[in-house]
């Protein structure tokens, strides 16, 4: 099973960028489709992003579409999301999970702990 470490959060203004970081233990990486959620105080977790195992297919939630950019490199075992254009809504703690499909999003290993973004107006 993949082991998940999410890293790159911080306090932002509205309209700032962020890059997180998503870094895999193992070497069955790059077998995984992988997806970005988040969750904000009070409400559920939801699906931000995701990508599949070559990197050439993503999928984008409505909200973030033209915000957000998913990418991976399997050689680095290592998946991002480049956040650009952040708004106070945005604002939740970030996390990464392998899925069995991109289409699906059911997940297939565990959850990181997590990376917290917070975006001031």
């Known amino acids: 099973q993949v082991q998940l470490v999410e890293s790159g959060g911080g306090l932002v203004q509205a309209g700032g960028s962020l890059r997180l970081s998503c870094a895999a233990s193992g070497r069955t990486f790059s077998s995984y489709p992988m997806a970005w959620f988040r969750q904000a105080p009070g409400k559920e977790r939801e699906f931000v992003a995701a990508?599949?195992?070559?990197?050439?297919?993503?999928r984008y939630a409505d909200s973030v579409q033209g915000r957000f950019t998913i990418s991976r490199d399997n050689a680095k075992n290592t998946m991002y999301l480049q956040m650009n254009s952040l708004k106070p809504e945005d604002t939740a703690v970030y996390y990464c999970t392998a899925v069995r499909s991109i289409w699906t999003l059911s997940r297939s290993g565990s959850w990181g702990q997590g990376t917290q973004v917070t975006v001031s107006s």
């Open positions: 990508i599949n195992q070559s990197g050439r297919s993503t």
